[in-house]
């Protein structure tokens, strides 16, 4: 049998205790219960410890992040800063959370970036307007969407169920990132408009292009009232007024 016991620092989550027995007989006796209680104790100080120096060190990588993502003031070294390289370039990730709730918000982003530094400790992340982006450098699509899908049980299991994550890349220069953010929030809130239960958590343009089509198509023909056929409109005129 196997036990597992939350790591947490008040309501953010740090990571899991686990205790695996040999034999599927053993149980989990009082005195143990209480040595792993301790244990998750002691671990959650020294994993606090380390991630309040990582964040210290993230703080300057964050604020070239927030630039990127707006696109504005840049200096055109916040690749070289982050240690983006050239001809890879590097993939965003935008996670939309059922809620937008700050300390939730908060609770993602720390989350997705103790995961994501296992295999790639040059990611960084920021809470920025409602949603959680993340920055991996030298990572494609799809080894992107591969942390992605690895990434989102965890989500659903320490955070809030139901989070979608959009990728949008390779971008390869500064100016690129805040297009990049354009296309990823484009595809969250296509996805959530869609009706569709077959839509995949997480999302790429190539997933959901024949829906991106159709809704380019319908702002086309609603702003470009000489593109419409006259009998098509008098016909949805008479079906609104049965």
């Known amino acids: 049998p196997r ?6 620092a008040g309501n953010r989550p740090l990571g899991s205790i686990w205790a695996i027995a040999a034999h599927a007989s053993e149980t989990l006796s009082t005195e143990r219960e209480s040595a792993i209680r301790r ?30 993502l707006t696109g504005i003031d840049l200096t055109g070294s916040e690749f ?12 965003l990730l935008a996670f939309a959370l059922p809620s937008d709730d ?25 809470a920025h307007r409602g949603r959680v ?17 690895a990434l989102l049980p965890l989500i659903d299991r320490l955070v809030l169920p139901g989070t979608l994550v959009a990728l949008a890349g390779p971008v390869h220069r500064p100016g690129e990132v805040a ?31 024949p829906l991106l089509v159709i809704e380019r198509a319908a702002e086309l023909l609603a702003e470009a009232t000489e593109l419409r056929d006259p009998a098509l409109t008098s016909l949805a005129e008479r079906a609104s007024t049965r």
């Open 3 to 8: 036990v597992p016991l939350a790591s947490r």
């Open 102 to 126: 700050p300390v939730t918000l908060t609770q993602l982003r720390s989350t997705a970036l103790r995961h994501l530094w296992l295999d790639r400790p040059d990611a960084v992340a920021v």
């Open 133 to 149: 982006y993340a920055l991996l450098p030298g990572t494609g699509i799809e080894a992107a969407g591969e942390a992605a899908s």
């Open 179 to 209: 297009g990049a953010k354009a296309l990823a929030d484009r595809l969250i809130e296509s996805a959530a408009r869609s009706e569709d239960p077959q839509l995949p958590r997480v999302l790429t343009a190539r997933a959901l292009r």
């Open 39 to 68: 244990a998750a104790a002691r671990t959650s100080a020294l994993l606090l410890d380390d991630l309040r120096l990582r964040e210290a060190n993230q703080r300057p990588r964050e604020d070239r992040l927030r630039t990127l």
């Open 80 to 91: 070289a800063e982050l240690g983006v390289p050239d001809e890879a370039g590097a993939t």
